[in-house]
């Protein structure tokens, strides 16, 4: 029914006499190539002027700018169209990274417009011509198939919100404008793109509609036109604009009759397009990166996850459980600097990050060895360090408990049996369940928090600081303030900043620990990836320290001072391979605790606290010694 409205309502302009005008997805897409040739051109205006050059000079940097405007015009549907393409050939992150398809270990070098800002900036002609170049290339051989590209409302409502998605987390940040010289101007750019692509609707859309929009886009612009990139206020604009665009485009999409991609396709995405929000708990599927999602009852198999999840049964000495290492109290860390090795021998090689929002995460553990939650379960099972032990023996210890053979029929009415499948699939349900966008941060862009005016301002500056001066959120993206890559969240990111091995700055050695190299998958033995270590979350922060892989930093301020130095630069035990960039941030006394008040603001873990009562007894005696959440 939906359908046959949409077909009627953007097919009223012909029927009412208007049939001199195009229907707004013919529109959309005259505009979208017509830009796109304007983008080719003027990549082609770059290179003729580099060929007539012998360095980089302010005409050549005058016409980069220019090509990135005439990207950033038609950025938010190209993007949408081919993400892909737009990553590895336009405007990827300039880091090195390995194809994603080819069945062995295959290097990309990076390309596109931030390494080539990167070259321009750094007076590398020759770098920054040939990847100019490259690029007027690929935009030619990409360019004549937009032709045959079947663009429909759906997916033209759909990159609108993706485009918002775009502006907060990467635009505005500064992430894909690594000089940051002309983010603003890019972002005013492409919140123009976003109004003028929005008119093409105007014959749908009611007379409220077109002035709030024109209100909402206007003061859009007061946040960005005449301030430079440290004055943005992204807190006020993000809360009060781009969020609140992201749901009035769905709004719109429903108001016009016009499908949802959950009508369309059958299968999970990673955002859920229903949210409104980036700030709800909602925003984000955790569906789409559970491999057992569909597995039984789903609210049985949540709670008996958590049984097991406290339950010490799943480790060979039956004293240790999930709960040992991800203490609820601690935001599920464990406040070590390294995790207690099984029986007390010693300690594992790094500590326990959070499992809170974890499902989210495509790399798991802190080298990124594990891609979803099932998989992390049994790389802990069998780790002679961790519960050093195998499916089969716990099955066999928890078969002579009725308790749980009741259970497990439950929760799984088809299969009514405990073995490995239904074990793991209950323990990522659980997991999968602990996810929650509800802090102070969160509340405050609903207008619900209950901090004060005072705490609200210093809050604002705070992440202010976060998300511009201090480029956190170019590697903690928003809304997940971790390495979730976005607009579409299906990756996370890792990172090599040079950690040192103790907090000692003036005798600094960097720590051995290779991370994601040494992480045991074929395809992540890049030199490029020595010493690379997942992106953690930001969101609980002020309970998950001590800080870094190995907790060598046991306060926020120690973190801070480490960054605003340079990481690893400053502390001159960079790698050739760090990704963080080398610059002192020179962040003052007020911006530092402002940062972290901001930080604190971030925290929401206290629903998740409360524990089993009890655990399932066993017919052998020496099994109901077992201890909620474990010994040790």
């Known amino acids: 029914m939906r359908t046959i409205l949409l077909l009627f309502l953007l097919s009223a302009v012909?029927?009412?006499?208007?049939?001199?005008?195009?229907?707004?997805?013919?529109?959309?897409?005259?505009s979208f190539i017509e830009s796109y040739n304007d983008l080719h051109l003027?990549?082609?205006?770059?290179?003729?002027?580099?060929?007539?050059?012998?360095?980089?000079?302010?005409?050549?940097i005058n016409a980069f700018f220019e090509a990135r405007i005439a990207f950033k015009k038609i950025e938010f549907l190209l993007s949408y169209l081919d993400n892909e393409f737009i990553n590895?050939?336009?405007n990827g992150a300039p880091l090195l990274k390995t194809e994603r398809k080819a069945p062995g270990l295959v290097i990309i070098s990076p390309s596109g417009f931030q390494i080539a800002e990167e070259k321009l900036f750094e007076g590398d002609f020759t770098g920054f011509s040939e990847l100019t170049n490259k690029l007027e290339?690929?935009?030619?051989?990409?360019?004549?198939?937009?032709?045959?590209?079947?663009?429909?409302?759906?997916?033209?409502?759909?990159?609108?919100?993706?485009?918002?998605?775009?502006?907060?987390?990467?635009?505005?940040?500064?992430?894909?404008?690594?000089?940051?010289?002309?983010?603003?101007?890019?972002?005013?750019?492409?919140?123009?793109?976003?109004?003028?692509?929005?008119?093409?609707y105007d014959d749908y859309l009611s007379e409220e509609h077109k002035i709030y929009f024109k209100n909402k886009f206007e003061e859009g612009r007061g946040y960005l036109v005449g301030v430079?990139?440290?004055?943005?206020?992204?807190?006020?604009?993000?809360?009060?604009?781009?969020?609140?665009?992201?749901?009035?485009?769905?709004?719109?999409?429903?108001?016009?009759?016009?499908?949802?991609?959950?009508?369309?396709?059958?299968?999970?995405?990673?955002?859920?397009?229903?949210?409104?929000?980036?700030?709800?708990?909602?925003?984000?599927?955790?569906?789409?990166?559970?491999?057992?999602?569909?597995s039984g009852d789903a609210e049985k198999r949540k709670e008996l996850g958590k049984l097991l999840f406290f339950d010490p049964i799943l480790s060979k000495n039956n004293e240790r459980a999930c709960a040992s290492c991800h203490d609820p109290s601690r935001a599920f860390t464990d406040a070590q600097t390294t995790s207690l090795a099984f029986n007390g021998?010693?300690?594992?090689?790094?500590?326990?990050?959070?499992?809170?929002?974890?499902?989210?995460?495509?790399?798991?553990?802190?080298?990124?060895?594990?891609?979803?939650?099932?998989?992390?379960?049994?790389?802990?099972?069998?780790?002679?360090?961790?519960?050093?032990?195998?499916?089969?023996?716990?099955?066999?210890?928890?078969?002579?408990?009725?308790?749980?053979?009741?259970?497990?029929?439950?929760?799984?009415?088809?299969?009514?049996?405990?073995?490995?499948?239904?074990?793991?699939?209950?323990?990522?349900?659980?997991?999968?369940?602990?996810?929650?966008?509800?802090?102070?941060?969160?509340?405050?862009?609903?207008?619900?928090?209950?901090?004060?005016?005072?705490?609200?301002?210093?809050?604002?500056?705070?992440?202010?600081?976060?998300?511009?001066?201090?480029?956190?959120?170019?590697c903690h993206f928003v809304p997940t303030f971790g390495g979730n890559v976005p607009p579409r969240y299906n990756d996370t990111e890792t990172e090599v900043l040079g950690i040192p091995e103790v907090n000692d700055q003036a005798n600094a050695m960097l720590d051995g620990d290779e991370g994601r190299y040494d992480n045991g998958r074929p395809k992540d033995r890049a030199n490029f990836y020595k010493h690379s270590f997942k992106t953690p979350t930001v969101r609980n922060i002020e309970v998950t320290g001590p800080y870094m892989h190995n907790g060598v930093f046991t306060t926020l301020e120690e973190v801070v001072d480490y960054y605003d130095v340079g990481g690893g630069h400053g502390w001159g035990i960079a790698p050739e391979n760090t990704t963080l960039p080398e610059d002192s941030l020179n962040l003052t006394k007020t911006e530092k605790e402002d940062l972290i008040f901001f930080m604190r603001q971030l925290s929401d873990f206290e629903s998740f606290n409360k524990k089993p009562e009890t655990l399932p007894t066993s017919s052998i005696a020496g099994l109901n010694q077992r201890v909620i959440g474990g010994l040790y």
């Open 137 to 200: 290339a690929k935009l030619s051989i990409f360019g004549p198939k937009l032709q045959y590209v079947k663009l429909g409302d759906r997916m033209i409502f759909e990159a609108f919100r993706e485009g918002v998605i775009r502006i907060i987390s990467l635009g505005i940040t500064g992430f894909d404008t690594p000089s940051a010289e002309n983010t603003v101007s890019e972002a005013i750019t492409s919140l123009n793109t976003l109004e003028a692509y929005l008119h093409f």
């Open 88 to 90: 590895d050939h336009v």
């Open 345 to 474: 021998e010693g300690n594992i090689d790094r500590n326990s990050p959070t499992v809170i929002n974890a499902v989210f995460n495509t790399k798991l553990f802190w080298d990124g060895r594990a891609t979803t939650l099932e998989e992390q379960v049994e790389h802990v099972v069998h780790n002679d360090r961790e519960f050093n032990t195998d499916f089969f023996e716990i099955i066999d210890k928890m078969s002579t408990s009725q308790e749980y053979k009741k259970l497990f029929d439950e929760a799984y009415p088809r299969i009514k049996k405990i073995n490995s499948y239904t074990i793991i699939a209950s323990l990522s349900a659980y997991v999968k369940s602990l996810v929650s966008f509800d802090s102070e941060f969160d509340k405050s862009m609903h207008n619900e928090s209950s901090l004060t005016a005072s705490e609200l301002k210093r809050m604002e500056n705070g992440f202010n600081i976060f998300a511009g001066k201090a480029a956190c959120a170019t």
């Open 228 to 294: 430079s990139f440290d004055d943005v206020n992204r807190y006020q604009l993000i809360k009060n604009v781009l969020n609140p665009l992201y749901g009035d485009f769905l709004e719109i999409q429903d108001s016009l009759f016009i499908e949802q991609r959950d009508i369309v396709f059958s299968g999970e995405f990673p955002v859920n397009y229903k949210a409104t929000s980036l700030f709800k708990t909602d925003f984000l599927n955790p569906g789409y990166f559970s491999r057992y999602n569909n």
């Open 14 to 30: 012909t029927v009412f006499g208007k049939d001199s005008k195009q229907l707004p997805k013919v529109e959309v897409k005259n």
């Open 42 to 60: 003027s990549l082609k205006d770059l290179n003729e002027i580099n060929s007539s050059k012998s360095e980089v000079d302010q005409e050549i």
